[in-house]
């Protein structure tokens, strides 16, 4: 992938930090994600819009944010979809945000989710509809919303506490609710991901008002505590298997509190997601209803480390993703250090993380304390495929075929056979043979969705795999061994080979008929015409034998 300015920004910084060093990964395969929150417009968009340039204005400012999160090597966008209750979306059960135009319910003159989905494709980028499930908004809010408010429409599912109001999780019809929604979104849109955030109880609500839908639907010897978290435990199921009803290759994930549950040796201080919300995430995994979950861990050192290895143990086999706090680096977010920040991100890989998620984007474009500069060169210096949907159904699929590469005056052109069922293609590239495909660093470019591909990176050997919709990668078509491409009518050029000296250069057809003789001079040598040619290149140490494909 290009690179933008900031890689020699990047390298300037680093030569001054050298505690910072990414650890060696167990797997190539990745989720680098970032949160791209709508709320307020934290991250975008930074106006409103109601007029054609006004729009245009801010579609560019979304797609500046993505260019970012590909030139950092992301490979996953979760677009804040649903805020407070109200959507930035076409949607039959919920109004527009009044983020994209000022005024709630008013539609913008474009749809931002498709928008951001469309874009995000064009980049390489999953686009993962970040739904925030069970906030509807402050009273003030929906009292301005009038008779549109979800508490006007639905008051059966909806609860004041506080000053605020939420969905009611103790009502059956909540989960069917925020079933039908997601569902909704993944019936419309050609996204990758529903992500669900705010999926539990209020923070510490202990005095939540449910004790009559308790009385009512709670079994006989159920606690309240028991009961509260089997009805967010039965929300998400709702959830999961009427999106995967829907599209089973539409990852269902979750962003989580930060820890799961008080520690024998380290305190959660009340704040885990059981004590404190009623969220038991490891029981949603164990029981095959989540594709992943992202730990929100905005912590330090023994709030942080101890309860991302229990995670990773509770995961039932399912990735869990580090869920890191970039805003806690800005001077009024706790102003930590780049050294602290980055040792997250490599421990967290040596615990066996899938990956790291940043909240939020807005850091990660300011560029705070320079981590937007160095993700890529220091972090993530190749892009990287997402991992396998666990348990997904059916096989893989069958490798690419008819590889070959055509080398052009400034670039290589890769192209190979389509496979049916592909989402995307991965190509790789080495200066040895075989290309070996587990290795992260000999990854050239990922989610192709065209079997052509031109590259300025000039390698002897090239592969190709398919991915299936559930992320399956498929064995890989190589390159022949010793075959050199070229267009028709191109010259051709002769491979480097470590500075040895070329002596000579023979070259004749299948009958061995010979084609060329002589020199080693390239504009010497005359391209034959389309065909399959043998060339041998004398050098002063060693003698080379080569297929000359002409196509």
Known sequence: MKKTGYIIMAILLLSCSIKIKAEPRDSK????????????????????????????????????????????NLNTVFFQARVRSDVLY???????????????GRKPLYDPLAFAVEECHKRGLQCHAWVVCMNIGKEDAIKKRGKNSLPS???????????????????????????????E???????????????RYPDRAADFPDKKEYTRYAPSGMTLSQWRINNINTIVGKIYDSV??????????????????????????????????????????????MDFIAPMLYYSDASFYPFLKDWIKNSSGYPVVTG?????????????????????????????????????????SSNVKGLGVMLAPAFNPHPAPFPPIKNAPGEKLEAPSRLQVTTGAVERTITWSAVKGAKYYTLYASETYPVD?????????????????????????????????????????RQQKGAIYFKEGERITLPADNGDICRRVEITDTNGTPIYSGFCDEAAIKPPRRGVYAMKITYKNKVEHFSLIIN
């Open 324 to 364: 890191l706090g970039a805003y806690r680096l800005a001077p009024d977010g706790g102003n930590w250090s780049i050294d602290d920040f980055a040792r997250q991100i490599n421990i967290g890989r040596e615990f066996g993380a899938a990956g790291e998620v940043y909240y939020r984007m807005a850091q990660l």
């Open 437 to 477: 495909t587990r290795k992260a660093e000999n990854i050239i470019e990922t989610e192709l969705n065209d079997t052509t591909f031109a590259t300025s990176d000039i390698y002897p050997y090239y592969a190709v795999t398919a991915t299936d919709a559930y992320y399956r990668e498929t064995e890989a078509v």
């Open 153 to 183: 429409r639905r008051p059966e599912i909806c609860t004041k506490y506080k000053g605020e109001w939420y969905l009611n999780p103790g009502v059956p019809a909540t989960g069917d609710y925020l079933a039908a929604i997601t569902t």
């Open 29 to 72: 395969t990745a989720i680098r994600g970032v949160w791209l929150t709508t709320n307020y417009g934290l991250d975008w968009p930074s106006r409103t819009a109601v007029t054609p340039e006004q729009t245009q204005r801010q579609k560019d400012e979304l797609c500046r944010l993505l260019d970012l999160a590909r030139d950092m």
């Open 185 to 199: 979104i993944a019936e419309r849109y050609d996204i990758d991901g529903i992500h669900l955030d705010y999926i």
């Open 90 to 104: 076409t949607s039959d059960y919920e109004q527009y945000s009044s983020i994209m135009t000022g005024t709630y």
């Open 244 to 289: 995967k009803a829907c599209d089973s290759t539409i990852t269902v994930s979750s962003a989580v509190l930060g820890k799961r549950d008080n520690l024998p040796d380290y305190s959660s201080y009340g704040w885990s997601g059981i004590e404190a919300a009623y969220q038991d995430a490891a029981a949603w995994l164990k029981a095959g209803k």
